[in-house]
C-alpha cells in the first residue's frame, strides 16, 4: 500500500489561498519506507541450571585431562630406532671424552687467513678453467670458419655430431607383455609404521 496518491490529494488542501505558491523544490515532503515483516523470537528452552552446570564441568575437567596429558609429553621426544646410542657406548663416555685444548687467539688468526688463501686460490683456478673453455670454443669456431670457407661438404660433415663419441646403445622392449595370474593391487597398503602418542 503507497502512501503517495493519499498525500498527493491532501497537497492541495493544504496549501489552499488565493495567491499560487512558487518555489523549485519538490512539492512533497513527505518519504515512506517499506514495511519490515518481522518473525517473534523463538522461545529458549529452560534447562535446569543444574544441567548446565554438569556439562560447563564435564567441558572444564576434559580440557584439564587433554593439558595434563600435554604436559606429561612436553619433554618427551619420539625415539628414533636409527640414532639410538648403545648402552656401552653411553658407559664409556667418560673414558672416550677427549680434553681438547681451546684455540689461541694466533691459531684462529691463521685458520682464517689459510681460509682466505684457500678461497683465493679456488677462485684463480676457476678463473683460469672458464678461460680455458672460451679459448677452446673461439678456436674451435675459428676452425669451424676456415673449413667453411674451404669446403662446405667437409664442413656439414664435421658439424654431424660423433655416436662414436658416446659408445652408449640401450634397446629392451617396447611394451612389457601382461604376466598371467598377475592380480593387481588396488592401491590398499598395510600401515606398519609405529605410532607415538
Known sequence: MSLLPVLSRLLPLVGQSTARSVHS????????????CAEPLK??????????KQREERKRKRLEKQIRRL?????????IEELEVPMELIDEQSKRKRNVPKPTAELLESRALLEKQ???????EKLADYQLFDRIVAAQAKALG???????????RAIQPDPALLPFVAQGPVSTPPIKGYEQPDGEYIDVSRKWE
Do not use: C, H
Not at 684457500?118 to 684463480?124: F, H, I, V
Not at 676456415?146 to 656439414?156: G, I, T
Open 71 to 79: 604436559e606429561k609429553n612436553a619433554r618427551q621426544l619420539k625415539p
Open 118 to 124: 684457500w678461497a683465493k686460490y679456488r677462485m684463480q
Open 25 to 36: 523544490g519538490t512539492g512533497l515532503l513527505f518519504r515512506s519506507t517499506p514495511v519490515l
Open 43 to 52: 522461545k529458549k528452552k529452560k534447562l535446569d541450571p543444574q544441567i548446565v
Open 146 to 156: 676456415e673449413l667453411q670457407l674451404a669446403s662446405d661438404e667437409l664442413y656439414q
